[in-house]
């Protein structure tokens, strides 16, 4: 059973940093791409960090440039360094491992979440 175990969230201001770190287990980590998403209360679920089993990364525009993601395959942990924090950015932060379609089947796993949350 793969399982997916973040930490980091908090409370912070703006301007502040954190981050966040996701731990999967169950399965080998190397098969996975992993991603983090954000959930602002109203709001659909948003990509803001992949990074694939070889290491490349993709941001888009809101947080290219204050946020970092990175991997740690040995240990089986993807980190989200966050700096410059802004109140917009309070969101859930969900840990999310794609390792894409077998046979027309979708396996994803995602974490519990956890809360991040950027005074002004």
């Known amino acids: 059973q793969v399982q997916l175990a973040e930490s980091g969230g908090g409370l912070v201001q703006s301007g502040g940093s954190l981050r966040l770190s996701c731990v999967l287990s169950?399965?080998?980590?190397?098969?996975?791409?992993m991603d983090w998403y954000v959930q602002a209360p109203g709001k659909q679920r948003e990509l803001v960090a992949r990074?694939?089993?070889?290491?490349?990364?993709y941001y888009p525009d809101s947080v290219k440039g204050r946020f970092t993601i990175s991997r740690e395959n040995a240990e089986n942990t993807v980190f989200l360094q966050m700096n410059n924090l802004q109140p917009e950015d309070t969101a859930v932060y969900y840990c999310?491992?794609?390792?894409?379609?077998?046979?027309?089947?979708?396996?994803?796993?995602w974490g519990q979440g956890t809360q991040v949350t950027v005074s002004s």
């Open positions: 990074i694939t089993p070889g290491g490349i990364t």
């Open positions: 169950g399965s080998p980590f190397m098969n996975y791409a």
């Open positions: 999310h491992a794609d390792r894409g379609y077998i046979n027309g089947i979708l396996y994803d796993h």
